[in-house]
């Protein structure tokens, strides 16, 4: 038995798939939409890298001698 019939490929990337996506379709507005859930989603990831540098710092200082 082959191992890719075991495991086979993991779904794509999301952010592959959207980047991949066919803007033309869509109209101005939808465009727009899409550019605040995009701009929101980067105020999101960015909120969770401070509070992971923070968790972090608090944990160096903890146990740091």
Not at 15 to 28: E, I, T
């Amino acid at each position: 038995m082959d191992l890719d019939e075991l495991f086979p490929d993991k779904p794509k990337d999301p952010l592959v798939l959207l980047a991949r996506q066919d803007l033309d379709p869509l109209s101005v507005g939808e465009l727009e939409e899409r550019i605040a859930a995009l701009e929101a989603e980067i105020v999101r990831v960015k909120s969770k890298i401070a509070a992971a540098v923070d968790h972090r710092a608090s944990a160096d200082a903890l146990f740091k001698k």
